[in-house]
C-alpha cells in the first residue's frame, strides 16, 4: 500500500508532465484575465490541475465507500476507504472484540482488499479514547483545501517543478516573458516604432532612469485613466527586447535607461583601480598589522580579515587617492551591505549631496568593486586624500546620502605629493582643509597628470612593490622628526601612483631585510 503519486517526491522531481489540455485551460485564464501571470502563479496553476484531475480519479474508484476512522463502528461488508494509503480501498471480513488498559474495549476489524487477495489488516474500530488518525492530516485528508496543499508542493518541489514549466513556456511559441512574469503573446498591445521613439526621447531628456508607469503616462497607453499591468508588461517586454534600453533596477523596481547615456568611463574596468597585486601570506603579519589591515578600508583586502559594523544603515571610509582620481567610491562588504540587489549588470544609484541636498547619479557595474559618479562633487569641495566619507542609507533603497564632516577652512600642514626630476616627492606646505580626515592617511596630490604619466611609466618599466616602497620610504622619512613612517601613510602614499591593498604592502615590510618595525604601527627604512 502506497501513497498517492502526488505525495512522493519522485513525481515531482522527474515524472510529473504538462498536459495539453491543462495548458490550453491557462490560456483561457489569461485571456480572462487580461493580464500577465507571474511563472509563480502559472506553476500553482498546474498542480492545483494535477491534484484536481487525481482527486476526480479517486472519487471514481471509491465507488461509496466511506474513510477510515478508528472511531467509527464497522460491519462486515462495509468498504472503507484509506486516505494515508493511498485511497486504498478494503472491505471488512470480520469484527471481533477486543480490549487494552488506554483504550479499553473496542473492536477489532479485519479488512481484505481486493486489489491485494494475499493482504489482511487487522484495525482497530469504535474507539471511544483520542487516536492520532483522528487528527486532521494535511497531506492525507481529501477535503483539505487544494489551493493549501498546491502552495506546500510548491514550496517544498519549487526546484524542480520551476525550471521545468519555464522551458515549456519558453518554447511554448503563445506566451512572452518579461523577468517573473508571462503573458499570451495575441493579448500584447502593437507599439509602433516611433512610441519607442518617444521613449527614449523622454529618458533622454530626463536624463535618469525611470520608471514604466512614468514612461506609459506620455504614451497614453492606458485605457480609462488607468495603468493596467497588461499596459506596464508589454512596455517592459519591447523595451527588454530593444538594444537602446536597458533595465537599471532592482528585483522589485523596474528602472529604464538608454545605454548611449552610459558614462564613457563604464566601457571597461578604471584603470588607476585596477590592483597590481592581492595575495599576500597572512600568517607573517604581526598583530598590529593585522589589526591596521582590518582598520584600512580597503574593498580589496578579503573580508575575513576586516571588522565588521553593527550600524547596518551608515558606511564610513577614507578616501584613497586612485578613488579620488577616478572619481569613484569603494563597494566596500559594509557598503554592500546598505546597497539594494541589482536586476542586471548595471545598478544606477541615486545619491543626496549631504551638504546641499542636491542629487547626481551613481553607476554599479557588476563584478566591479567600485561605484562611478563622484568627480564632481570630490571637485565641488577640493575634498583631499584622507577625508573621512559617510554613507547613509534612506527610505528609498536606490537613494543613499553621502556626505562628510566639514571643517572650518583654515591653514593646516599638510603633506604635498608631487613628481620631481622623475620621482615622487614629499613636502610640507599650509594649504585649506575643508572637511575632517585621517591624518595618517592626508595629503594633497598637485598636478595628477603629471601623477599619472609618472605610474605609467613605472607599469611600463614593471616596477616593482618592493621597489616602489624602497622608492617612497625615503621620502616620507625626510618628514618625519623621527624618521619614522606609519604603515597607513604608507598605505596611502604608494596608492598615489600604484594600486596595492594593505596586505601586500604590509607582507613587504615584514619579509624585506631593510625595513624595520618601531611599534604602533611605524616603521623604519634601513638602505642596506
Not at 472503507?80 to 494509503?85: E, L
Not at 584603470?271 to 589591515?293: P, W
Amino acid at each position: 500500500m502506497k501513497k498517492r503519486i502526488t505525495q512522493t517526491a519522485k513525481y515531482w522531481q522527474h515524472q510529473f508532465e504538462i498536459d495539453d489540455k491543462v495548458l490550453q485551460s491557462l490560456k483561457q485564464r489569461v485571456r480572462d484575465l487580461g493580464s500577465p501571470l507571474s511563472i509563480d502563479k502559472v506553476c500553482l496553476f498546474f498542480i492545483r490541475n494535477i491534484l484536481e484531475k487525481e482527486r476526480k480519479t479517486i472519487r471514481s474508484e471509491l465507488q461509496g465507500a466511506e474513510p477510515y476512522r478508528p472511531d467509527q463502528k464497522y460491519a462486515v461488508n462495509d468498504k472503507i476507504v484509506f486516505p494515508h494509503w493511498g485511497f486504498t480501498i478494503g472491505k471488512v471480513v470480520s469484527v471481533r472484540p477486543g480490549y487494552n488498559p488506554v483504550d479499553k474495549r473496542f473492536d477489532i476489524i479485519e479488512v481484505a482488499f481486493p486489489k491485494s487477495s494475499d493482504t489482511i489488516a487487522q484495525l482497530a474500530a469504535n474507539i471511544k479514547t483520542p487516536h492520532k488518525l483522528l487528527e486532521k492530516s494535511d497531506e492525507d485528508d481529501q477535503t483539505e483545501d487544494i489551493i493549501s496543499i498546491s502552495q506546500k508542493i510548491y514550496k517544498r518541489y519549487k526546484q524542480h517543478i520551476r525550471p521545468k514549466i519555464e522551458y515549456f513556456i519558453k518554447n511554448d511559441g503563445s506566451f512572452v516573458s518579461f523577468k517573473k512574469n508571462c503573458f499570451l503573446k495575441e493579448l500584447l498591445p502593437k507599439i509602433q516604432e516611433g512610441l519607442l521613439n518617444i521613449v527614449d526621447a523622454v529618458i533622454d531628456i530626463n536624463g535618469k532612469p525611470m520608471s514604466v508607469d512614468d514612461l506609459i503616462e506620455p504614451l497614453e497607453l492606458y485605457p480609462k485613466g488607468k495603468i493596467t499591468d497588461a499596459s506596464r508588461f508589454s512596455i517592459n517586454y519591447y523595451l527588454h527586447n530593444d538594444n537602446r534600453f536597458e533595465n537599471v533596477g532592482t528585483p522589485d523596481l523596474v528602472l529604464w535607461y538608454l545605454n548611449r547615456l552610459r558614462p564613457p568611463q563604464l566601457r571597461a574596468p578604471i584603470y588607476h583601480l585596477q590592483v597590481k597585486k592581492t595575495s599576500f601570506n597572512v600568517n607573517v603579519l604581526s598583530g598590529d598589522l593585522r589589526a591596521f589591515l582590518a582598520d584600512i578600508d580597503d574593498e580589496v583586502t578579503p573580508i575575513e580579515y576586516t571588522t565588521t559594523t553593527s550600524d547596518t544603515k551608515t558606511v564610513k571610509f577614507t578616501l584613497i587617492y586612485p578613488h579620488l582620481h577616478a572619481g569613484t567610491i569603494p563597494v566596500l562588504p559594509a557598503v554592500l551591505d546598505i546597497l539594494p540587489t541589482a536586476d542586471s549588470e548595471l545598478l544606477i544609484l541615486n545619491f543626496i549631496d549631504g551638504q546641499t541636498g542636491e542629487t547626481f547619479l551613481g553607476w554599479l557595474i557588476e563584478e566591479t568593486n567600485y561605484i562611478f559618479g563622484f568627480e564632481n562633487w570630490y571637485k565641488k569641495y577640493n575634498l583631499p586624500v584622507g577625508t573621512l566619507i559617510t554613507l547613509k542609507k534612506t527610505e528609498n533603497p536606490l537613494e543613499l546620502i553621502i556626505d562628510f564632516n566639514p571643517q572650518r577652512r583654515r591653514p593646516e600642514v599638510v603633506t604635498v605629493a608631487k613628481i620631481n626630476n622623475d620621482r615622487l616627492t614629499f613636502q610640507m606646505e599650509r594649504k585649506r582643509i575643508t572637511a575632517k580626515y585621517d591624518e595618517l592617511m592626508l595629503f594633497s596630490v598637485v598636478h595628477p597628470h603629471e601623477v599619472e604619466r609618472y605610474s605609467n611609466r613605472l607599469e611600463k618599466q614593471g616596477v616593482s612593490l618592493s621597489q616602489l616602497m624602497e622608492d617612497i620610504f625615503p621620502e616620507l622619512m625626510q618628514l618625519s622628526p623621527h624618521s619614522a613612517v606609519h604603515v597607513k601613510t604608507l598605505y596611502s602614499a604608494v596608492n598615489i601612483v600604484k594600486r596595492y591593498p594593505p596586505g601586500p604592502i604590509f607582507y613587504e615590510l615584514v619579509t624585506h631585510k631593510s625595513f624595520e618595525s618601531l611599534g604602533d604601527g611605524y616603521w623604519f627604512y634601513r638602505n642596506m
